[in-house]
């Protein structure tokens, strides 16, 4: 490989010129490798942050970060495989959902997942909840689970995309983490390290989401569907509102009750649009409908028939987790406290702000500040009213699931300030606002 020379690369990007494949790699195996130092990286992101980057930059970084460490294949497992990934949000179980429906409906659903941080709930926290889970497989471990039951969702191994995790690092201490170039390389990098034949997207906005704008929530989906259909792999994203909680359940244990109901067909509308839309993406990915509204026949058959059930039961068990917590929620963690949240006045809820009851979840013990940081898993909130809903005064609006008294004050004075009352009725917002692939942005449903 020729020896480039850094400093004359980041004077290039600083000047608003492309850089090409072969000097991205040279940056991204030197820093790898420890030859090349921090500050040199840190101002080369910086130059990317101001000055962006093409679609075909960005497309070769993603590609080159991917190929850093190990990527998974999934040859000798039977039928079309097809991931999906979402940007993350409060009270967001829609993998648990769309998963074993796909799954019911022929196409195979693996997903390598994360942990909570922050404000947003983590797949694997989740998971975990359900006792005897494991959510840490190798690779022939994941590929049997998936050939078993359908579906996989598991952790990432430390030698996946090992370039994320040094960029990543210092573009937090660098003020780069919003670049939206950076942002969709370091999603796809790892997406595209677990081989599947296609992808969805489930790009959030909404005051709970990473892009609050629809307009943000866009541009980061047209560049993730743009990398992933360059890679050679169908790419679908959607995008969909995060302004209040989805769905009631907030908080681990909380939210897998919450994804069996919607399994049995009697989940909350928002949380079964949105699951219903990016399953049915899933399948139109996996080339085994044609249409959306083909699709949607054929998701809601696998739900009403109850074979969806089947696969997440059948999953959970493969993954060492205990099955029976389909039929019995009482196998569940769940907290010694459960204190309501009531209604101050008569009138109607105007407005719940996501980031701000994602925030109290950790305050209650379901979340973590930090990677290390130990969670109640049976912690969080269940909300019995949403936006529009009518209230009366003394009426529960949340339950607080937490393990002991002392903090509910504290979290009730903060609930009053996130949960909006008036005495206007706000229509039900839409819940997927659109739909992006290779051709561009389309209305939704297409």
Request: net charge negative.
């Amino acid at each position: 490989m020729p020896n480039y020379n850094m400093p004359e690369l980041i004077k290039r990007k600083r000047d608003g010129k492309s850089l090409s494949r072969e000097e991205i790699v040279f940056w991204i195996d030197g820093y790898v490798k420890g030859v090349i130092p921090d500050y040199q990286v840190s101002a080369l992101l910086m130059a990317i942050f101001i000055r962006g980057m093409e679609p075909r930059e960005v497309a070769d970084l993603t590609q080159i970060m991917m190929h850093s460490g190990e990527t998974i294949s999934l040859a000798g497992v039977d039928g079309v495989k097809i991931d999906k990934h979402s940007t993350g949000g409060v009270g967001d179980k829609v993998s648990f959902i769309v998963a074993p429906l796909v799954a019911a409906c022929g196409v195979k659903a693996p997903m390598i997942s994360g942990r909570g941080l922050g404000h947003t709930g983590g797949t694997l926290d989740k998971l975990e909840s359900i006792p005897g889970f494991n959510v840490s497989l190798d690779s022939a471990e994941m590929r049997d689970v998936l050939q078993k039951t359908g579906m996989m969702i598991c952790g990432q191994t430390a030698d996946i995309v090992p370039a994320d995790k040094k960029i990543y690092a210092l573009r937090d201490i660098t003020a780069t983490v919003e670049s939206l170039p950076l942002i969709a390389s370091s999603i796809m990098s790892k997406k595209l390290a677990l081989l599947t034949d296609g992808l969805v997207l489930d790009v959030k906005t909404g005051k709970g989401a990473f892009m609050q704008t629809e307009e943000d929530a866009l541009a980061l989906c047209r560049a993730l569907v743009d990398i992933g259909n360059r890679a050679g792999r169908k790419t679908i994203g959607l995008i969909t509102g995060m302004d209040q909680p989805l769905g009631r359940a907030v908080g681990n244990s909380l939210e897998i009750i919450e994804s069996i109901q919607c399994l049995k067909n009697s989940g909350p509308a928002d949380l079964m649009e949105v699951s219903l839309a990016v399953a049915s993406a899933m399948l139109v990915a996996g080339e085994a409908v044609a249409h959306i509204s083909e699709a949607r026949s054929k998701i809601e058959d696998a739900l009403q028939s109850g074979r969806a059930l089947s696969v997440f039961r059948s999953f959970i068990e493969a993954q060492d987790g205990d099955p029976r917590v389909c039929d019995d929620y009482s196998l569940l963690p769940c907290s010694s406290v459960r204190e309501d949240f009531s209604a101050a006045s008569e009138g109607f809820i105007e407005a719940i702000d996501a980031r701000s009851i994602g925030e109290l979840c950790v305050e209650a013990g379901a979340g973590r500040r930090k990677i290390d940081d130990a969670i109640d898993y049976g912690a969080g909130f269940y909300f019995h009213k949403k936006v529009g809903d009518p209230v009366a005064a003394g009426e529960s609006v949340v339950t607080i699931h937490i393990a002991g008294k002392e903090k509910i004050p504290f979290i009730k004075e903060r609930l009053r300030a996130a949960i909006t009352i008036g005495q206007s009725r706000v229509p039900s917002a839409t819940m997927v606002r659109c739909f992006v692939d290779r051709d561009g942005k389309r209305p939704w449903p297409v």
